[in-house]
């Protein structure tokens, strides 16, 4: 069975950092693309970034560009992702996704995902 385990998230300081962890199983991860996500409450969800395990493209959304980093650990099946100057708009529940092939447009079309994990909760203090 496919599994994604979301880790990492809490509450850290505005201008702080933390890297969200997302654990796979069940499938073969390396094609795989893993996208992250995060819904605040009250709006849609939104795309963030994305590895595609093939290739090691990465893609970024324009709200992350130039303080996040995305990496994966082939050995330990887990994608990471790291965000430095939180800012309070960063809150909000962080999932991943498991999407077949490469990252293509799946931060646009979060359906495009074949796999999601339940999420980690963000909280940016001021």
């Known amino acids: 069975e496919a599994q994604l385990v979301e880790s990492g998230g809490g509450l850290v300081q505005a201008g702080g950092s933390l890297t969200l962890s997302c654990a796979a199983s069940?499938?073969?991860?390396?094609?795989?693309?893993i996208a992250w996500f995060r819904q605040a409450p009250g709006k849609k969800r939104e795309g963030l970034s994305c590895?595609?395990?093939?290739?090691?493209?990465?893609e970024y959304a324009d709200s992350l560009k130039g303080r996040a980093t995305i990496s994966s650990d082939n050995t330990k099946n887990t994608v990471f992702l790291r965000i430095d100057n939180l800012k309070p708009e960063d809150a909000g529940t962080y999932s991943c996704?498991?999407?077949?092939?490469?990252?293509?447009?799946?931060?646009?079309?979060?359906?495009?995902?074949?796999?999601w994990g339940q999420g980690t909760q963000v909280t940016v203090s001021t």
């Open positions: 996704g498991a999407r077949w092939g490469l990252c293509g447009t799946v931060l646009l079309l979060p359906s495009m995902t074949d796999y």
């Open positions: 069940g499938f073969d991860f390396g094609d795989h693309a």
């Open positions: 590895i595609s395990n093939s290739n090691g493209e990465t």
